[in-house]
């Protein structure tokens, strides 16, 4: 069982920075995939990011491609996601995922990901 905490959310201008954090316990962190999904009221969950565990390959939803960063740190068990250049259309909750079963495939859908942090905050003001 992987258990996962999101941080680093809070109130920011727009042009601003955050950076997010997960901490994972239980499993073995770098055996697998994390990736980070946001969501906004009335919407489904969007993805936003991906970073293998085997290379560190890296994917990237197309509303923050350039501005957004995922990373990891193994001997942590932390992934991050530094956010630059912030919008007022990037505010929502945003979680961290992991998926354990796919090995070091890519997954960009919500359906592959099995454990789910509770969701850390982000609001951009204009």
């Known amino acids: 069982q992987v258990q996962l905490v999101e941080s680093g959310g809070g109130l920011v201008q727009a042009g601003g920075s955050l950076r997010l954090s997960c901490a994972a316990s239980?499993?073995?962190?770098?055996?697998?995939?994390v990736g980070w999904f946001r969501r906004t009221p009335g919407k489904v969950r969007e993805f936003v990011a991906v970073i293998t565990w085997s290379d560190r390959s890296t994917f990237y939803g197309d509303s923050v491609k350039g501005r957004f960063t995922i990373s990891r740190d193994d001997a942590r068990n932390t992934a991050y996601l530094q956010m630059n250049s912030l919008k007022p259309e990037d505010t929502a909750v945003y979680y961290c995922?992991?998926?354990?079963?796919?090995?070091?495939?890519?997954?960009?859908?919500?359906?592959?990901?099995?454990?789910w942090g509770q969701g850390t905050q982000v609001t951009v003001s204009s």
């Open positions: 239980g499993g073995t962190f770098s055996n697998y995939n």
């Open positions: 995922a992991a998926d354990v079963a796919r090995g070091d495939q890519i997954s960009v859908t919500i359906h592959e990901y099995e454990f």
